[in-house]
Every structure is written in structure tokens, then in C-alpha cells.
């Protein structure tokens, strides 16, 4: 490859201005041997005009200093206000080291005493073009940071846009804690003004406490597997705003924590019609259980024979009614279960809780059923359990409807496990059964309301009784502790359910979704 | 001398079912078909024990029994509520919303199985 580059075009030319033929043959001869084309003018105004003509072309100008009319240092005045970049050779006739330098501070590149050989030639002007060469590559380089420049700016003013518009709001802090970026949708949100907000350090702009302590916590976390918290907050005094708030650690590629940012979402509207469908559910099955209360009553009495004596018939026919009414009454308890769930209303009263205890308790009460089917429930507790933040009586509604299901799901003479420990921040329980396992394609839904696993098999080997509710109100309650529930399991080989729960001295670091 | 009974429910096929269970247990029973109905007739009608609704129309169960417990004439007679909700979740929630707690000697959920009813009521008699 020659030296011209990538930054050469392909074509060289070479312009040579002598006034005497000798010379401009001679330059175009030796030139163009090494593939430069060169074009030749006999005195000054011919040179120039070329030049004006196609200065863009023009790579190195060998300029004669002695010429009639116009003479070289004239030309060499106009080709610098033409374009200063342009290279010009002076070719000195009297080999005066006086024209030469007076040349140079005109601007001339370099200079060629005459008479020279072809090979001075050749020297001179590749270093010439070398010099075009790095002027060239210059240029390109400065336009490129010239363009990334506009690039970046356009970006950060499209970004900014963005954020700015966006529903969502969006917070940024820097590692210290101070607010860096803030949008419109996070003023509107917490009723801070933006101005409190930007340039502040947390604890100073009367942030949501818990916001606040969630930013903070993902500052501090030198955890790597921290990625993201997700919290509901209320907003006003009488907590008529519903957010959400995600927050997520922002790391540099060593891993070390430069700042966070959370973005805000506002679910009021998603509250506020989760609150009336869930009103709505309580007043119907309130409506609907107590007649079916009292004909469970009435049929209950006249079973007993209460009222009068029944035939072996009626009596049969009357059971099996009874059977009916009691599987409705399931029904709309765990309907009325879910909606008071989600009304917020059962998981309010948290306690310091020893989870031992609770699931030592079940499974005392659970054993009666799990004997009657020659089932092994077994228990390991774990020596030393931290306290959680709970509900005891959801906790208990929790692992009787676990550890019922497992024991349900499980063949006769075989073993249910429950077992107890810590996983970081969260106490985890297991409750695991060696029944019948759960299809991959169930898995996803089984937390659903009203979903059941159907196949011939479940039919066959458990009479399953149930309404579909019973998991989707255990993973409420997981939810409103801010804990998680998972199932694995394998078709034939069993089912575990694992609950994580946080621990009571750190409930701000788990509040929600670790991925 | 059989016991009085008095059972107050909103419901009457409810009151119905449960006075003939009581009834074949040679209790004597007395019906009121509301809260204030149900004050009325524990002054009126001197019962040795009351079976209480909790969600009635005029006057819940929680009032009722309240009243019942403030009464210094009445505060010895015993009251099993009858709830139609899980009896924990019922009481727990009456007690953080008022900010009371309820003084009924137990609670039990309707529908009720006649023995467990006959059973629980012998044991607050016993006391």
C-alpha cells in the first residue's frame, strides 16, 4: 500500500508551475513515474486558476520562484488566501537560502534548490504528501469529534426529553445520596418541588421515609446479588396515592456502586379498582353465605332427625345436599379470605413472630389428618430461627393450606417434609411432598386464582375437594409480608413450596422482588 | 327446671333450626330476630345463656354483646356468638377497626354441627 492512505484519494495530483518547459516536462516525467498525475502551468495566473478550479484536488504545488509576470511569492500570497492548507515546494533557481526562508514564512511548505536530481524530487514532495497525508487524517478526525460532539449532545437532549415526558417519574441519586435527576412525574407524584428535590441529600428533601431508606439501603449494599427493590408506597395523609417504587443500584464495570435510580409508577387507579372488586366480592359472599348457612342448619337438623324421623332415602338424598352446601361455604370462605387479602385488611396486625413455633403448631394439628392417610410428616426444626414480621394467623393459614395440600397430593405410606431455615435477610420454609409433582405447564399458573391442576391422575389418586383459591390466597399473604413463594417440582417425583420471609430486624432491605 | 336459651339471629330459618336443636336437648328456648330485640328479651325473658349473631341489620352482635357485658343485671349471663365468618379473622378485625374488645365467652362458626353447638353451650353453663 502506498503511504497516501486512507485518507489520500486515490488519484494524486501534483500541480507544477515553471515558466520554463524543460522543467514542467521534466517534474511530469519523473512524477508521474510513481503514479501521481501532475498537471503543469506555465506562469502564475495559469497556476492559480487551476488552483481556484479544483483546489480540492490538489495535493502538493511545485511553485518556480523566478518567473515573468506574476511572480512566485505573488502566487504563493494567493494560494495561501485560497487555502491555507495547501502544500507548495518553492523551486528556489539561485539555490539563495534568502528566497528560500522568505518563501517558508510565507507559509511554503519546503523548498528545492535547482538543479536536483529526480530522487530529490521524489523525496521532497512524498514528504509533502506524508504531511498532506496527516493534515487530511487531522481534518477527518477533528470533524469526526466534532460530529460525536452534536451526537452526544443530541442524545443527552433526547434523553432528557424523554425522561422529562415520561408518566413514570424517575429519580436519580449519586453515591453520596444527593439527588442528581429528578422529572416532572416525580414532583407530581410526592408533592416535592423539583427545586427541594435536585442538589439535595436524601435525608434534607422530606423524601417517603420508606422510599428513602430503600435508596439508601441500595447505596449501601455491597451485595452483588442487590439488583432491585420494588415497594408500594402511600402518598398524602390520608394515603389516597398509591406508587410503586423500583430502585436499582447503578454499578460501574468493577462492580462498585455509583448511585441509583428509581423509577415511580402510580397504581392508584390499579388500588382503587382492586379495592372496589374487592368489596364487591365481600358483599356478595356475605349475602350469599348466610342463606346457605341457614340451609346447611336446617338440613343439619333434620339429618339429626330433630325434626321427625327420615327415611334411609331422604337421608341419603339429604347428605349429599349437606355436601353441596359445605363446598360452597369453602368456596366463599376463601373468597372472602382473598378479598379481605387484598382489602389489606387480614395482614395488618404484624408481630414479631418465631416461625418455629407457628409451624410446630400446624403441624401438631395437621398430624390427625396425615395419620389418617399413613403419611410420615415430618418436621426439622432448625436450632436458631430469627423472628419475622408477621401475622400470626396468616402464617398459620399459610402452612396449614401447604402443608394440607401436600399431605393431600401425597399416596398413601409415604412422607411429607417441612423444614425450616435462613436464606440472607429472609427465614425460609419448605414444605415438600413425594406425591404425584406438578406438569412444567401448570407450574406458571399455579398461584392463579381459581386454577386447579387437572389430570386423570390427580382424580384418581386424591379426591381433590377444593375450590382453586387456596394457593392464590397463600401467595397474597407471601405478597402483603413482602416475602416470596416458589414451587418446583418434578411430574412423578414430588413438590416442594419454599416461602422466604424477611427477617424482623432488616424489613427494609426486603421489601419485595431480588432477581 | 330446664335452661332458658335465648338465641338472637336476623336470620329466622336460622333461629328455626337452631331452637329445634336445642329444643331436642330439652333446652327452653327463646327467639329474637334482632339486636335490639334481642336486649329487650334479656331483660325480659331471663335467660341462662344467649347465642348471638354478629352480623345483624339494627344492632351487631359486638354492640349487643357490649351492652350485654355493661349491664351489671345481665353481665353474668354467657354469650356464645354465632358468626358466619372464620370467628378468628371476625374478632380480630372488630378489634383493630373499634378498638374494643369483644367479651363473649366464645365464639363459634354457623353453620354449627348440633353437638359441637349442645357441647359448647354445657361448657359455659358449667363455669
Same mark, same amino acid.
Given at each position: 500500500m502506498r503511504f497516501a492512505g486512507s485518507f489520500m484519494p486515490d488519484?494524486?495530483?501534483?500541480?507544477?508551475?515553471?515558466?520554463?518547459?524543460? !522543467?514542467?516536462?521534466?517534474?511530469?516525467?519523473?512524477?508521474?513515474?510513481?503514479?501521481?498525475?501532475?498537471?503543469?502551468?506555465?506562469?502564475?495566473?495559469?497556476?492559480?486558476?487551476?488552483?481556484?478550479?479544483? *483546489?480540492?484536488?490538489?495535493?502538493?504545488?511545485?511553485l518556480d520562484l523566478m518567473m515573468p509576470g506574476m511572480s512566485g511569492m505573488e502566487v504563493l500570497d494567493h494560494v495561501r488566501t485560497i487555502d491555507p492548507t495547501l502544500l507548495v515546494i518553492v523551486i528556489t533557481g539561485y539555490a539563495t537560502v534568502e528566497s528560500a526562508v522568505e518563501a517558508m514564512k510565507k507559509g511554503a511548505y519546503d523548498f528545492i534548490p535547482k538543479p536536483f536530481t529526480p530522487d530529490q524530487l521524489r523525496i521532497v514532495v512524498k514528504r509533502a504528501l506524508e504531511k498532506r497525508t496527516l493534515q487530511k487524517e487531522a481534518e477527518f478526525l477533528r470533524r469526526e469529534r466534532e460530529k460525536s460532539l452534536r451526537d452526544i449532545a443530541t442524545e443527552k437532549s433526547k434523553i432528557k426529553t424523554i425522561i422529562n415526558c415520561m408518566g413514570d417519574g424517575v429519580l436519580v441519586c449519586d453515591r453520596d445520596g444527593c439527588i442528581v435527576l429528578s422529572n416532572p412525574a416525580v414532583s407530581r407524584m410526592l408533592k416535592i418541588s423539583e427545586s427541594s428535590l435536585l442538589g439535595n441529600f436524601l435525608p434534607q428533601c422530606n423524601l417517603h421515609s420508606e422510599l428513602a431508606n430503600t435508596i439508601q439501603e441500595s447505596l449501601a449494599t455491597p451485595d452483588k446479588n442487590y439488583t432491585s427493590v420494588s415497594q408500594e408506597l402511600s402518598i398524602g395523609e390520608s394515603g389516597e396515592i398509591f406508587l410503586r417504587a423500583h430502585t436499582a443500584p447503578v454499578r460501574n464495570d468493577l462492580g462498585e456502586t455509583m448511585g441509583s435510580v428509581t423509577v415511580l409508577q402510580d397504581i392508584s387507579h390499579l388500588k382503587e379498582l382492586d379495592k372496589m372488586k374487592s368489596e364487591f366480592i365481600a358483599m356478595v359472599t356475605h349475602e350469599l353465605r348466610a342463606p346457605i348457612a341457614a340451609v346447611e342448619q336446617q338440613l343439619t337438623v333434620i339429618l339429626n332427625k330433630m325434626a321427625g324421623d327420615v327415611t334411609e332415602k331422604q337421608e341419603q338424598l339429604l347428605s349429599r345436599a349437606k355436601e353441596r352446601t359445605k363446598g360452597l361455604?369453602?368456596?366463599?370462605?376463601?373468597?372472602?379470605?382473598?378479598?379481605?387479602?387484598?382489602?389489606?385488611?387480614?395482614?395488618?396486625?404484624?408481630?414479631?413472630?418465631?416461625?418455629?413455633?407457628?409451624i410446630q403448631k400446624v403441624v401438631d394439628l395437621m398430624r390427625a389428618q396425615a395419620e389418617n392417610k399413613k403419611i410420615d410428616l415430618q418436621f426439622s426444626p432448625s436450632s436458631q430461627i430469627s423472628l419475622i414480621h408477621a401475622d400470626r394467623n396468616s402464617m398459620e393459614g399459610i402452612f396449614t393450606n401447604l402443608i394440607s395440600n401436600a399431605i393431600k397430593y401425597t399416596p398413601e405410606?409415604?412422607?411429607?417434609?417441612?423444614?425450616?431455615?435462613?436464606?440472607?435477610?429472609?427465614?425460609?420454609?419448605?414444605?415438600?411432598?413425594?406425591?404425584?409433582?406438578?406438569?412444567?405447564?401448570?407450574?406458571?399458573?399455579?398461584?392463579?386464582?381459581?386454577?386447579?391442576?387437572?389430570? *386423570?391422575?390427580?382424580?384418581?389418586?386424591?379426591?381433590?375437594?377444593?375450590?382453586?383459591?387456596? /394457593?392464590?390466597?397463600?401467595?397474597?399473604?407471601?405478597?402483603?409480608?413482602?416475602?416470596?413463594? *416458589?414451587?418446583?417440582?418434578?411430574?412423578?417425583?414430588g413438590t416442594t413450596f419454599t416461602v422466604l420471609l424477611p427477617k424482623e430486624s432488616n424489613p427494609s432491605i426486603c421489601v419485595g422482588e431480588k432477581s | !327446671?330446664?335452661?332458658?336459651?335465648?338465641?338472637?339471629?336476623?336470620?329466622?330459618?336460622?333461629?328455626?333450626?337452631?331452637?329445634?336443636?336445642?329444643?331436642?336437648?330439652?333446652?327452653?328456648?327463646?327467639?329474637?330476630?334482632?339486636?335490639?330485640?334481642?336486649?329487650?328479651?334479656?331483660?325480659?325473658?331471663?335467660?341462662?345463656?344467649?347465642?348471638?349473631?354478629? !352480623?345483624?341489620?339494627?344492632?351487631?352482635?359486638?354492640?349487643?354483646?357490649?351492652?350485654?357485658?355493661?349491664?351489671?343485671? /345481665?353481665?353474668?349471663?354467657?354469650?356464645?356468638?354465632?358468626?358466619?365468618?372464620? *370467628?378468628?379473622?371476625?374478632?380480630?378485625?372488630?378489634?383493630?377497626?373499634?378498638? /374494643?374488645?369483644?367479651?363473649?365467652?366464645?365464639?363459634?362458626?354457623k353453620p354449627v354441627e348440633p353437638e359441637v353447638l349442645v357441647k359448647r353451650i354445657e361448657m359455659l353453663l358449667a363455669k
Amino acid at each position: 500500500m502506498r503511504f497516501a492512505g486512507s485518507f489520500m484519494p486515490d488519484q494524486i495530483n501534483i500541480l507544477v508551475i515553471d515558466d520554463e518547459q524543460i !522543467m514542467r516536462e521534466g517534474c511530469t516525467r519523473i512524477l508521474s513515474k510513481d503514479g501521481w498525475a501532475v498537471i503543469c502551468a506555465e506562469n502564475g495566473t495559469k497556476g492559480l486558476e487551476e488552483i481556484k478550479a479544483q *483546489s480540492e484536488k490538489i495535493d502538493v504545488i511545485l511553485l518556480d520562484l523566478m518567473m515573468p509576470g506574476m511572480s512566485g511569492m505573488e502566487v504563493l500570497d494567493h494560494v495561501r488566501t485560497i487555502d491555507p492548507t495547501l502544500l507548495v515546494i518553492v523551486i528556489t533557481g539561485y539555490a539563495t537560502v534568502e528566497s528560500a526562508v522568505e518563501a517558508m514564512k510565507k507559509g511554503a511548505y519546503d523548498f528545492i534548490p535547482k538543479p536536483f536530481t529526480p530522487d530529490q524530487l521524489r523525496i521532497v514532495v512524498k514528504r509533502a504528501l506524508e504531511k498532506r497525508t496527516l493534515q487530511k487524517e487531522a481534518e477527518f478526525l477533528r470533524r469526526e469529534r466534532e460530529k460525536s460532539l452534536r451526537d452526544i449532545a443530541t442524545e443527552k437532549s433526547k434523553i432528557k426529553t424523554i425522561i422529562n415526558c415520561m408518566g413514570d417519574g424517575v429519580l436519580v441519586c449519586d453515591r453520596d445520596g444527593c439527588i442528581v435527576l429528578s422529572n416532572p412525574a416525580v414532583s407530581r407524584m410526592l408533592k416535592i418541588s423539583e427545586s427541594s428535590l435536585l442538589g439535595n441529600f436524601l435525608p434534607q428533601c422530606n423524601l417517603h421515609s420508606e422510599l428513602a431508606n430503600t435508596i439508601q439501603e441500595s447505596l449501601a449494599t455491597p451485595d452483588k446479588n442487590y439488583t432491585s427493590v420494588s415497594q408500594e408506597l402511600s402518598i398524602g395523609e390520608s394515603g389516597e396515592i398509591f406508587l410503586r417504587a423500583h430502585t436499582a443500584p447503578v454499578r460501574n464495570d468493577l462492580g462498585e456502586t455509583m448511585g441509583s435510580v428509581t423509577v415511580l409508577q402510580d397504581i392508584s387507579h390499579l388500588k382503587e379498582l382492586d379495592k372496589m372488586k374487592s368489596e364487591f366480592i365481600a358483599m356478595v359472599t356475605h349475602e350469599l353465605r348466610a342463606p346457605i348457612a341457614a340451609v346447611e342448619q336446617q338440613l343439619t337438623v333434620i339429618l339429626n332427625k330433630m325434626a321427625g324421623d327420615v327415611t334411609e332415602k331422604q337421608e341419603q338424598l339429604l347428605s349429599r345436599a349437606k355436601e353441596r352446601t359445605k363446598g360452597l361455604l369453602d368456596l366463599i370462605k376463601d373468597l372472602l379470605d382473598l378479598s379481605k387479602i387484598e382489602a389489606g385488611k387480614i395482614v395488618q396486625y404484624k408481630e414479631p413472630l418465631n416461625l418455629q413455633e407457628v409451624i410446630q403448631k400446624v403441624v401438631d394439628l395437621m398430624r390427625a389428618q396425615a395419620e389418617n392417610k399413613k403419611i410420615d410428616l415430618q418436621f426439622s426444626p432448625s436450632s436458631q430461627i430469627s423472628l419475622i414480621h408477621a401475622d400470626r394467623n396468616s402464617m398459620e393459614g399459610i402452612f396449614t393450606n401447604l402443608i394440607s395440600n401436600a399431605i393431600k397430593y401425597t399416596p398413601e405410606g409415604r412422607t411429607v417434609f417441612v423444614q425450616l431455615g435462613e436464606e440472607g435477610g429472609f427465614v425460609k420454609a419448605s414444605v415438600s411432598d413425594t406425591g404425584i409433582g406438578i406438569k412444567k405447564e401448570d407450574l406458571s399458573r399455579i398461584f392463579d386464582k381459581f386454577y386447579r391442576v387437572k389430570s *386423570s391422575e390427580t382424580r384418581q389418586i386424591v379426591q381433590i375437594v377444593g375450590t382453586g383459591l387456596g /394457593l392464590s390466597i397463600v401467595k397474597s399473604i407471601v405478597d402483603a409480608h413482602l416475602g416470596s413463594i *416458589s414451587v418446583e417440582s418434578e411430574e412423578g417425583g414430588g413438590t416442594t413450596f419454599t416461602v422466604l420471609l424477611p427477617k424482623e430486624s432488616n424489613p427494609s432491605i426486603c421489601v419485595g422482588e431480588k432477581s | !327446671m330446664p335452661k332458658k336459651i335465648l338465641i338472637v339471629d336476623d336470620d329466622p330459618d336460622l333461629v328455626e333450626a337452631v331452637t329445634m336443636i336445642l329444643e331436642s336437648k330439652n333446652y327452653e328456648v327463646a327467639a329474637a330476630y334482632g339486636g335490639i330485640e334481642g336486649l329487650q328479651k334479656a331483660k325480659t325473658e331471663n335467660p341462662d345463656l344467649i347465642v348471638l349473631d354478629v !352480623m345483624m341489620p339494627d344492632k351487631d352482635g359486638y354492640v349487643v354483646c357490649k351492652e350485654l357485658k355493661a349491664d351489671p343485671k /345481665l353481665n353474668k349471663i354467657p354469650i356464645l356468638l354465632l358468626t358466619a365468618v372464620i *370467628s378468628k379473622i371476625a374478632t380480630s378485625r372488630y378489634t383493630q377497626q373499634m378498638g /374494643l374488645e369483644t367479651e363473649a365467652d366464645d365464639y363459634i362458626d354457623k353453620p354449627v354441627e348440633p353437638e359441637v353447638l349442645v357441647k359448647r353451650i354445657e361448657m359455659l353453663l358449667a363455669k
